[in-house]
């Protein structure tokens, strides 16, 4: 299956250089990126800036010119230089995805054998991931096409949904939040390459993407700016100066720099990548363009100078790749001792749940008897090691019980004196008085009348104001 066109690329890396691109990808096929950070170039622009063109540029894919194919999900291109042609379409599950779905959607996968089945392919993969025409939502699973040919470049790039100003007919309020938010994402992550594209029809200063890209980069170190349709531009105005200074990285300034592509308009959707390519270079020669060095404008040095930067921050990352990679599989191990053996047929899962009962049931009886023994009971100055340790709990618990009513469980609170009311410390329920005062009452209180019935002695306190019943109980029949 061929493209529209040649892409006349040269072969610009070792085999090494190949192998390590082949890992990295093999890597984020399997899904390790939703674990660790890959390196990788990230296609960021607003909407109708032309981000789309470049990537089928850059790519070679035609791709469908139905707009929201693509806008609602990311796109990962994977392009390697193979001498059979060969392009698959497959979903890569987002994080947020349940295990069964997610094993539904990794199911997915197609062989295209010419480009017009493309389209058929991507509408196919968005009623897999749950999205339909109807429907405004955005989902985190990414749609991968892998392409392979004599005359593909080794590059990966991922596209990403256009960056949306303000909601419309199409777009719901919260689409805008959305969309930013999973751009903002991957350009935050700080082993991506952003690839900033700029449309020239528009004040580059309103565009969100240099805003955010500001934002999460602002040195500017892994940045490249991308310029399309500077034939918008009126020839010899201020803007076309502006921009013109803007890809001499002269306002705006990155380490990677800027470049400038010129894509194909409405008019001349139809025509071929070589009439494309031919376009471009015929405009970007003449005019004000004519000042910018020749390997930062048309496609095929872009392609280049991507496939250089890409390869360039995957050896910058390698180390600290490999240790963080290191660091999680030591992770995953440690999970995995903690779940134990494998527990695959019903008498293994019986005896595990028999084991867990006979080491709870160790466990209660030791909390109760105070052998506070095992990694279990922890550390006794910490919270949750003293909360473990049932028998000392209650003993405290106790303690602290018999000092509140030791303090606190009498009716009658005396003082030495009238003063001394005020400073008793006394609850809600007890009477603070005076000894002279308890004595009086005391003094005004008839002797008990007493009755024995049924082993049960009853005493009764009582005057005029006064009344108190106490009761005795006995398991002595001869009371």
Not at 80 to 94: D, T
């Amino acid at each position: 299956m061929s493209t529209q066109g040649e892409l006349d690329v040269k072969d610009i890396h070792s085999l090494s250089d190949v192998q390590l691109l082949d890992d990295i990808d093999s890597l984020r096929a399997h899904g390790i990126n939703h674990l660790v950070a890959l390196p990788q170039l990230i296609v960021c622009g607003d909407q109708s800036s032309g981000k789309s063109s470049v990537l089928e540029a850059v790519s070679g894919i035609p791709f469908p010119s139905k707009d929201t194919l693509c806008t609602r999900f990311a796109t990962e291109v994977v392009l390697r230089r193979a001498i059979q042609e060969e392009v698959k379409v497959s979903i890569l599950p987002g994080p947020s995805r349940v295990s069964k779905d997610a094993a539904e959607i990794q199911s997915f996968e197609h062989d295209l054998r010419t480009w017009e089945s493309l389209e058929d392919a991507m509408n196919q993969a968005m009623n897999s991931m749950g999205l339909h025409d109807d429907t405004g939502t955005f989902t985190d699973d990414v749609l991968r096409i892998d392409i392979s040919g004599p005359s593909k470049p080794h590059l990966s790039i991922v596209d990403l949904p256009g960056l949306i100003h303000t909601h419309g007919k199409s777009q719901r309020p919260e689409d805008v939040i959305v969309v930013q938010q999973l751009v903002r994402h991957y350009m935050a992550n700080e082993r991506s390459v952003i690839l900033a594209i700029v449309s020239a029809k528009n004040d580059y200063a309103n565009q969100i993407v240099l805003k955010i890209a500001r934002e999460v980069d602002p040195r500017g170190l892994r940045t490249l700016g991308i310029i399309t349709k500077p034939d918008t531009l009126v020839l010899g105005s201020e803007s076309e100066t502006a921009y013109l200074n803007l890809a001499k990285n002269l306002d705006i300034k990155f380490t990677l720099g800027w470049h400038v592509l010129k894509n194909r308009d409405y008019s001349s959707q139809t025509v071929s990548l070589t009439e494309r390519n031919q376009a471009e270079a015929e405009f970007l020669s003449q005019g004000v363009w004519v000042q910018l060095s020749r390997s930062e404008v048309t496609i095929a040095p872009l392609r280049r100078r991507l496939s250089r930067v890409l390869l360039s921050q995957i050896k910058k990352e390698v180390p600290s790749l490999l240790h963080e990679i290191e660091m999680k599989l030591n992770e995953c191990k440690s999970e995995l001792r903690r779940l134990g053996h494998a527990r695959n047929t019903e008498a293994e899962r019986r005896r595990f749940l028999l084991r867990l009962s006979e080491e709870y049931q160790t466990l209660c009886r030791a909390a109760v008897d105070g052998v506070y023994g095992g990694d279990f009971f922890g550390d006794p100055l910490t919270d949750k090691g003293y909360q473990r340790r049932l028998r000392a709990t209650i003993q405290s618990l106790s303690l602290d019980l018999a000092d509140v009513m030791r303090r606190q469980g009498h009716r009658y609170n005396l003082v030495d004196h009238e003063r001394g009311k005020d400073n008793a410390n006394t609850s809600l329920s007890q009477i603070t008085m005076t000894r002279k005062q308890y004595m009086q009452v005391a003094t005004l209180m008839q002797p008990p009348l007493m009755s024995i019935s049924g082993g049960c002695i009853s005493a009764r306190w009582h005057n005029a104001s006064t009344r108190l019943d106490i009761s005795f109980a006995s398991q002595e029949s001869d009371l």
